[in-house]
């Protein structure tokens, strides 16, 4: 297993932007696919976007792409979520995960995850 631990959550006005970052310890990070998942109350947990091993290949879900970008650095075992432009809709708990191998963009494929960091979009 590897552990995730989520920050960089807070309360921003729509039109900020904020970096959450997802730091990994206790397996080789280089060996997970990663991804961002966010989930609203009373919703499903939902893909936000997913980095392979080496941060060469992203994918990102129509709702985000274009005003988020995910990352990561093998080196410091951390994965990044830059989100721009942030509206209200965006207002959720982020959620990073961890899945050993290929990516996937159904939550049901991953069963490594933080406990979440709330992000809050409202004027």
């Known amino acids: 297993q590897v552990q995730l631990v989520e920050s960089g959550g807070g309360l921003v006005q729509p039109g900020d932007s904020l970096r959450l970052s997802c730091a990994a310890s206790?397996?080789?990070?280089?060996?997970?696919?990663m991804a961002w998942f966010r989930q609203a109350p009373g919703e499903d947990r939902k893909f936000v976007a997913t980095?392979?091993?080496?941060?060469?290949?992203?994918y990102y879900s129509d709702f985000v792409k274009g005003r988020f970008t995910i990352s990561r650095d093998n080196a410091k075992d951390t994965m990044y979520l830059q989100m721009n432009r942030l509206r209200p809709e965006d207002t959720a708990v982020y959620y990073c995960?961890?899945?050993?191998?290929?990516?996937?963009?159904?939550?049901?494929?991953?069963?490594?995850w933080g406990q979440g960091t709330q992000v809050t979009v409202s004027s």
């Open positions: 206790g397996r080789t990070f280089s060996d997970y696919a």
């Open positions: 995960a961890a899945r050993h191998g290929l990516w996937a963009f159904s939550a049901k494929e991953y069963d490594n």
């Open positions: 980095i392979m091993r080496a941060g060469l290949d992203t």
